[in-house]
């Protein structure tokens, strides 16, 4: 079973503290960022995990994606679509994904391990979903009749994100759309919105959906994608789409770890949840993650639970 990541890890802006950075600082060209990415990549290699993140560092999920779009505007931490959207600046998580991707290969050149589990290693793409983007935000100076105009045009410019962090090296591109089980989104419009990103690439695409996915799985069984990510630790009623949609599942994303709070799970907690997975889709079939992103966990809990998963797939060898 390959393990991975939904995306975000705790971290924190790093001021200059050498001689050189303040350097850079003084010249604008000091990123606080970094450390944090170093940080977030280490942590995830150190804990055993296959396909990694850059950590996500720089923002929360929204202001990540659309700080690159012209037409996005905030308030705070409100965000408002003032004019028709357009792409400007999407180097910023290439960059990120590029600058990941060194750091992982630093560490994996340090790990004494086979050749076969080095080729399971990579990093994956992550972009905020068109849907749940255009329905945090507030639409303003009538640049959109309707959400669904917007939802389709972001389509657009993140599929530009998608093929380009695919160029940068990604093992695979995950869209994450929370919105999708709120029951306020078309999911029509989702679909083709998805499909339009999903198309656009030849690695594997994963959605990643939090919330109770059961009303809305005849939908997401449409949409164009490799793997289908949930939660079901911190959500045990989605457990039953292994018994209601064993014969239509593919590929599953198996969120196994409670983000929500504090507590490390224990091997058998983990392993329970898995077995469940493994009855039905076998183990080529899974990938085995947390429920969603770390980025509000203590960074010593965080890891602990990223190690603990990877020894509870460990301890599942034999089995399936």
């Known amino acids: ?13 790093q001021s200059p503290n050498n001689f050189k950075d303040s350097v850079l600082n003084y010249f604008g060209l ?13 942590k995830q290699i150190k804990a055993g995990i296959d396909i990694i993140s850059d950590g996500q560092v720089r923002d929360d999920m929204i202001k990540l994606c659309a700080k690159n779009i012209i037409g996005y505007e905030f308030e705070g931490n409100m965000s408002k679509i003032t004019s028709k ?21 630093e560490e994996l050149s340090e790990l004494n391990i086979s050749k076969k ?33 917007a939802i389709l045009d972001l389509a ?24 999708l089980s709120t029951g306020i ?25 939090c919330g109770v996915i059961y009303d809305i799985m005849p939908d997401l069984l449409e949409f164009n994608v490799d793997i289908l990510d949930f939660e079901f630790a911190g959500n045990n009623t989605n457990i039953n789409i292994f018994n209601d949609y064993d014969d239509d599942l593919n590929k599953i994303g198996l969120g196994c770890i409670d ?32 429920d969603c992103g770390m980025r509000t966990l203590p960074e010593n809990i965080a890891f602990s639970k990223l190690k603990v998963m990877v020894e509870s797939i460990k301890s599942l060898e034999s089995y399936n």
């Open 1 to 13: 079973m390959i393990s991975t990541v939904v995306g975000s890890y705790p971290s924190k802006k």
């Open 117 to 149: 589990e080095k080729k399971r290693k990579g990093i994956k793409g992550i972009i905020t979903g068109p849907n749940t983007m255009i329905h945090s935000s507030t639409i303003e100076n009538n640049s959109y009749k309707a959400k669904e105009d």
């Open 259 to 290: 983000t929500k709070n504090t507590k490390i799970e224990t091997i058998r907690e983990i392993v329970n949840i898995i077995k469940k997975g493994l009855d039905i889709l076998g183990s080529k079939n899974l990938l085995i993650d947390p």
């Open 85 to 105: 959207l357009r792409a400007k600046n999407l180097k910023n998580s290439e960059n990120d994904l590029k600058y990941g991707l060194k750091v992982m290969n």
């Open 30 to 42: 000091y990123d606080e960022y970094k450390i944090g990415i170093e940080n977030a990549v280490s």
């Open 156 to 179: 657009e410019i993140l599929k530009l994100e998608a093929k380009s962090l695919e160029k940068a090296g990604a093992k695979m591109i995950q869209v994450d759309e929370p919105f």
């Open 185 to 209: 989104v078309n999911m029509e419009i989702a679909k083709e919105s998805i499909n339009t990103i999903s198309k656009s690439i030849t690695i594997p695409f994963s959605i990643h959906i």
